[in-house]
């Protein structure tokens, strides 16, 4: 074991460099919702913790198609940087550009007129309703310089930089942390602005982190034999399209696997608004180790895309596997967390003593699921690098929608085993994903070295 470690060191150690700054530029987008979420669990009380739950299953669905969209650039830059096709590479920024603008139009249309109805015809606390309501208006706003912030970012990762997309997300997330306790505190004479403070903070921090990341990229010199072709006039309705066969692909896995999580938690409000509170909770910690391995995932991303742009089949397979290695190493590290610190975890949530009761049995259940949660992302992100989003898609919509929300329901709801059926239920989910995206991943390499 140890000697075929030593012999594919280097695959590791590439995997984890690229990794991790990766990771905490993906840890930044959940960030802003956990430190939302604590800020009012603390200082706002239930039932506006409650509508923070409500806001973030619904806008996260909202919120994943346009980080889907925008991620379509990364394999691409990838694959035409591993041709050294450096004028290609611009082009394709310039069109992502203009995509993710337009989509981000037409997210926050969706979430102005879809999902404010939507909340109110979802059997939810009107109390809930009725605070949820200015903050996810505010929310939506934000997915304008998100989406800028994004199409600049995936541009420098596909091509290899990702320390500085890093760097911008921890001060990005200071800057909202800062501004979000001052606006719901009402410090410095201000007053007290509840919900509606974390959803400014969160507007301002985006950006910020749109403007700083523009700036870096059209002002540093890696990218400057890139960007001799970039221009914002240039649109290419083919490359445009390029982007979108990918990047639609990839926003409706989110949407699969991210909205199937947002109805487990308006399943949760039909239980009550403490079982909504303690799936929020829960959630909250599960969701950061999973954009954690959201990051390994898209180094694979950008590692395979680079081998297969080269039709470097042997390389390609030892990088898949360098990072289902370590996302089991990771996930199995903080499943052992979740299980061990279970009854500690939701304090940094929350206060209210049966909310942290509740999410405390919920940690356990994560702690389970940890493992499939990874290995599926990282499965995703593998076949990603290879260009195939299609089929991945369809395993996505079946593993959550035709297996986990039913089972979630079944479980839940029919036999009432409560928040915690719901949750047994969205691991069946999981564990169907990870096994099926591994059978695609090897099908598929199986063909590409018979090539060989």
Request: charged residues 10%; aromatic residues 12%; proline residues 2%.
């Amino acid at each position: 074991m140890f000697k075929k470690y030593t012999s594919n060191k280097i695959y590791y150690q590439s995997t984890v460099a690229l990794a991790g700054p990766v990771v905490i530029s993906q840890l930044g987008h959940t960030l802003v919702q956990t430190a939302d979420t604590i800020i009012i669990g603390h200082y706002a009380g239930t039932i506006s913790l409650a509508a923070v739950s409500l806001v973030h299953s619904v806008f996260m669905v909202v919120l994943v198609i346009g980080l889907g969209v925008a991620y379509g650039l990364t394999p691409l830059i990838a694959q035409e940087n591993g041709k050294s096709n450096f004028k290609e590479c611009a082009r394709l920024l310039s069109n992502s550009l203009w995509l993710n603008v337009v989509t981000a139009v037409f997210l926050f249309l969706l979430v102005y007129f879809g999902s404010m109805f939507a909340m109110q015809h979802a059997d939810q606390d009107p109390q809930v309703v009725e605070t949820a309501k200015p903050y996810l208006l505010i929310l939506s706003l934000s997915i304008l310089p998100l989406m800028i912030f994004q199409t600049f970012k995936q541009f420098a990762e596909g091509l290899g930089f990702t320390k500085q997309a890093m760097s911008i997300t921890i001060w990005g997330n200071v800057v909202n942390v800062v501004i979000a306790v001052i606006l719901v505190k009402g410090l410095f004479g201000i007053e007290p602005m509840g919900v509606k403070g974390v959803g400014i903070a969160t507007l301002a921090d985006r950006v910020l982190m749109m403007v700083v990341m523009v700036w870096y990229v059209l002002r540093s010199k890696h990218f400057k034999i890139y960007l001799q072709h970039f221009s914002v006039k240039f649109i290419d309705f083919s490359k445009i399209l390029d982007v979108v066969k990918i990047g639609l692909p990839v926003a409706m896995q989110y949407v699969f696997e991210i909205g199937a999580f947002a109805v487990a938690a308006v399943i949760a409000g039909q239980i009550g608004s403490t079982e909504q509170a303690a799936h929020q909770t829960a959630i909250t910690l599960a969701a950061m180790t999973y954009m954690m391995a959201g990051g390994i995932a898209s180094a694979a991303t950008i590692k395979i895309g680079n081998s297969f742009g080269k039709k470097n089949y042997k390389r390609l397979e030892k990088f898949a596997y360098a990072s289902y290695h370590l996302v089991i190493l990771f996930m199995l590290f903080f499943a052992l967390i979740f299980t061990f610190f279970n009854q500690y975890l939701p304090y940094l949530i929350t206060n209210d003593a049966n909310v942290i009761v509740l999410a405390s049995q919920l940690l356990v259940i994560a702690g389970i699921f940890q493992l499939f949660d990874g290995t599926q992302v990282v499965g995703l992100g593998t076949l990603r690098g290879m260009g195939d989003v299609n089929i991945p898609t369809l395993i996505t919509f079946v593993a959550y929608w035709l297996i986990g929300l039913p089972s979630c329901y079944f479980l839940g709801i029919h036999l009432n085993f409560g928040v915690k059926g719901i949750w047994y239920g969205l691991s069946l989910g999981l564990l169907t994903s990870s096994v099926l995206l591994y059978f695609r991943f090897r099908h598929i390499m199986n063909m590409k070295l018979r090539e060989v």
